[in-house]
């Protein structure tokens, strides 16, 4: 077919554009092969032991797409990677480079690689010596004679047992393998060993005893003949003191370094490291790191109190939650949720003590705060106090739907009005409820001595337990925040832990505790007991006296 | 003899532990800035407000440079203490400006009027300025002298205290010896 001119144009057109197209394409392969080579060598910033390359985070996305637009411009791999290196550090080269001090990451393992083949050789050789110098020795007529006649006559010297030198050590043996000798003897006679199983075993006993003696014989006369009657020279002694030392401080070094060696793998390693959470979860070490750890145990024992939370099956929540505080006492997750289930059960007070527990340890803890704030808004009518608490949560929530239920909840809380329940005031009108018979009342005062000592951030914490237990957990607690004192309190149902019935009879203590932590008792915290306890529920002027120091 | 081998034993294993049990106590995920006393890196911000803010027009300014994301707790902690330094050192020849990165125009914004910030802010569209300064952990704030060199870089949250003695030194040209660190999110 004859091609037109203007036919001819076109083909040359379409057949240039292919190849242009051709040349694109694999231009854009080799960029994006380059760009992927130059990402692997570069570590990601957010992921631990991830490339550039490898990492699904979006700092590593733009990582890549400044690698990209770099190698658009020109740059050599080099260029970039020394880029990357005057932002981050060598860090961020996940191979170190071979020039300068990192060229000693890469010289060292071979050094010592090479230094271990030379000690290994070393070694060797030392064994293969010694096992030519034994088998070497021809046997001697003499030892034969010995072996096959009396084999160890008593011309040499009995072995002294303190003394670690090669030549007792061999004395030793040649003592060990006559009597061992004498017992094959004894078994043989006594019908317990057949003929042939005497015979190997001798054989191979005699063969034993050839080889001490050959030693023995080769060692320099003096050596072998028997020590003078007379003590040993002042100066052996010393050289066997100083070897029994050494041999000492060789297991106590041992034994020191083992246990260092144990400690740091044990304790440091199960800091350092956890399992992955999740797919992108790409910090595993959280050792000094400011993330949360948690062994497994704990982190099993949250999961399970959680989902016997959401099912509302909260025995089994509680249990869950006591495991976690008894490996992590001022674990704020597990505070937090006892305090939502003392809100269900209509443990105001108690609940309040668990977020105020979670916040001690981390207080912007939000589900501690969310907790604290609902039982001030519906539980004490404190408006004021759960707004406060609300607006702190408000700062560290992050716009989404949990930030609209914060603005939800502090839009219906009322501007005004309210009867903020301030331990003072509660107090004040508690007294004049008194006459209840439901109740323990009664005032706390502080001993003047000690008045002018207390903590003004300091808690108070009237408890109530069981007489008959004795010690054990407490029956009611109440919590009042930088008491005035005298202060009048009352105890009723309302202060029993997990709805235990507040009746028989109790006994009343007080504790003003510097920490506001009911658990631990810290130098300095001020307790008293009432002087008459038991008491009765419906008691009043139960008054207590603080005048106790920890110490 | 046996003492010596005793002694090289433990001076080889001595500093092998000392290596692991230094390793096990750094934090693996912190990253030393080299940016400490070099140039800063110019940039020019595209700010909410529309106007473009360059680096090399602050020059003479102690400047207070901050990287922040509306999604990260530790930012939003610091918020009112940065705008309350802010208001502080305002009128004294220093600025402050804002990063947003890995962030929505709609969040960022929503997070500069919840805190009301007043000092200049824009967005990292493609995390650019925040690779030229080693970002990985957010909030992450550099001072900057007035001739252009970083004096101090703080990982994490910030108190409004430190971040006005520190743009004193930086107005001073006073270059801290290492960087600080408080609670930080990594970046995403």
């Known amino acids: 077919m004859k091609l037109t001119p203007a036919r001819r144009v076109l083909a040359l057109f379409l057949l240039l554009g292919g190849i242009v197209h051709r040349l694109d394409a694999t231009s854009a392969a080799d960029l994006e092969d380059q760009t992927r080579a130059i990402a692997t060598e570069l570590r990601c910033v957010v992921c631990q032991n991830l490339s550039v390359a490898d990492s699904p985070s979006e700092m590593a996305q733009q990582m890549r797409a400044i690698v990209r637009e770099q190698l658009e411009a020109g740059k050599s791999p080099d260029q970039i990677k020394d880029f990357f290196v005057s932002k981050y550090g060598e860090w961020v080269l996940l191979k170190p480079r071979t020039t300068g001090f990192s060229a000693l990451l890469w010289i060292l393992p071979y050094v010592v690689l090479g230094l271990g083949v030379i000690a290994g050789l070393c070694v060797i050789q030392r064994w293969v010596r010694k096992k030519q110098v034994i088998s070497d020795r021809p046997m001697q007529p003499a030892i034969s004679q010995q072996l096959s006649g009396e084999p160890f006559g008593d011309e040499f010297p009995q072995p002294d047992l303190d003394d670690d030198s090669h030549k007792a050590r061999l004395l030793r043996e040649r003592v060990r393998l006559q009597h061992e000798l004498a017992d094959l003897d004894f078994d043989f006679q006594a019908g317990k060993l057949s003929e042939s199983d005497y015979v190997s075993l001798k054989q191979e006993i005699e063969a034993k005893a050839a080889t001490v003696l050959q030693e023995i014989s080769s060692l320099p006369s003096d050596a072998i003949a028997k020590p003078a009657p007379k003590p040993a020279p002042a100066r052996t002694r010393p050289q066997q003191a100083t070897a029994a030392q050494f041999q000492l401080w060789k297991i106590i070094a041992g034994g020191t370094f083992l246990l260092l060696f144990g400690l740091t793998l044990g304790v440091m390693l199960t800091k350092a490291a956890r399992p992955r959470g999740s797919e992108n979860d790409t910090i595993t070490g959280d050792f000094l790191t400011g993330t949360t750890s948690g062994s497994a145990e704990v982190r099993a024992a949250l999961d399970e109190g959680k989902q016997a939370f959401e099912k509302q099956e909260f025995p089994k929540a509680i249990e869950a939650f006591k495991k976690v505080l008894a490996t992590e006492p001022n674990n704020p997750e597990a505070h937090s949720y006892m305090g939502f289930i003392l809100v269900q059960a209509g443990h105001g007070d108690g609940a309040l003590m668990a977020f105020d527990k979670a916040l001690s340890q981390a207080p912007n803890f939000p589900m501690a705060l969310w907790g604290k704030g609902m039982v001030l808004y519906q539980d004490k009518k404190d408006y004021a106090g759960a707004r406060e608490i609300f607006q702190r949560l408000l700062n560290l929530v992050p716009p989404g739907e949990e930030r609209n239920e914060v603005l939800k909840v502090l839009a219906e809380i009322p501007a005004s009005g309210g009867t903020p329940s301030r331990p003072a005031a509660t107090e004040k009108s508690a007294t004049t409820v008194s006459s209840s018979s439901g109740q323990i009342s009664g005032k706390i005062t502080i001993d003047p001595k000690l008045n002018a000592n207390t903590d003004p951030n300091a808690a108070l914490f009237i408890i109530a337990r069981p007489a008959a237990s004795g010690g054990g957990p407490p029956l009611a607690v109440k919590k009042i925040d930088r008491p005035t004192f005298p202060i009048d309190y009352t105890l009723s149902q309302d202060n029993a832990m997990m709805g235990m019935p507040f009746t028989g009879k109790i006994n009343i203590t007080a504790r003003l505790d510097k920490d506001s932590n009911p658990v631990t008792r810290t130098p300095g915290d001020i307790s008293g007991d009432y002087k008459k306890n038991p008491v009765e529920v419906g008691a009043k002027n139960v008054d207590v006296t603080l005048d106790q120091v920890a110490r | ?188």
Request: aromatic residues 10%; glycine residues 8%; contains cysteine.
């Open chain 2, 1 to 188: 003899m046996p003492v010596r081998r005793g002694v090289i034993t433990l001076l080889i294993i001595g500093p092998l532990l000392a290596l692991l049990a230094y390793g096990f106590t750094r934090d693996s995920h912190y990253i030393v800035s080299p940016l400490l006393a070099k140039p800063a890196t110019p940039f020019t911000l595209k700010l909410f407000d529309g106007r473009d803010l360059s680096l090399a027009d602050l020059r003479g300014k102690a400047v207070f440079l901050n990287f922040w994301a509306s999604w990260c707790v530790p930012c939003r902690e610091e918020a009112r203490e940065l705008e309350a330094a802010w208001q502080n050192i305002k009128d004294k020849n220093m600025i402050f400006v804002g990063v947003a990165v890995q962030d929505t125009d709609q969040n960022a914004l929503e997070f500069l009027k919840e805190f009301n910030i007043s000092y200049p802010n824009g967005k990292d569209e493609r995390a650019k300025i925040a690779v030229d300064y080693g970002t990985w952990g957010i909030p992450e704030s550099f001072f900057i002298d007035p001739q252009g060199r970083i004096t101090y870089k703080h990982v994490g949250g910030i108190r409004a205290a430190l971040v006005v003695s520190k743009l004193e030194e930086a107005a001073k040209s006073i270059v801290s010896a290492q960087e600080g660190k408080g609670d930080y999110s990594a970046v995403k």
